[in-house]
């Protein structure tokens, strides 16, 4: 009987050991999306994403300031420099309209 007591103590708490180092790391199951198993001490942290970041629109800059192809109701920038008074056409609903660059 004494025998039986004397290994029986340390056997239990190798096991029990042994069963916590078994066990996976909480933050593991947490940051990898994997399914948690095990007890843990303390919840996950709270993590708020930031919100998307959209890049704008790149700005268009006309050839020169304040040049541009008035074509009627329509007034489009001109892509490159050109003379004052130079047929050009400016982008409509129903395909493009002649105008004359300013």
């Not at 708490?13 to 399914?35: D, F, K, S």
């Not at 970041?53 to 074509?71: F, L, N």
């Amino acid at each position: 009987m004494i025998t039986f007591r004397r290994f029986t103590l340390p056997l239990l708490a190798a096991l029990a050991l042994a069963g916590v180092v078994a066990m996976p790391g909480t933050a593991n199951a947490w940051w990898r999306g994997g399914p948690y198993v095990g007890f843990g001490f303390f919840p996950p942290p709270v993590v708020v994403a930031p919100p998307p970041v959209y890049a704008p629109a790149p700005s268009y800059t006309p050839a020169q300031a304040g040049q541009g192809c008035y074509a009627g109701a329509y007034v489009c920038p001109l892509e490159h420099a050109t003379p004052v008074g130079s047929p050009c056409s400016c982008p409509a609903n129903n395909g493009r309209v002649a105008g004359q660059v300013n």
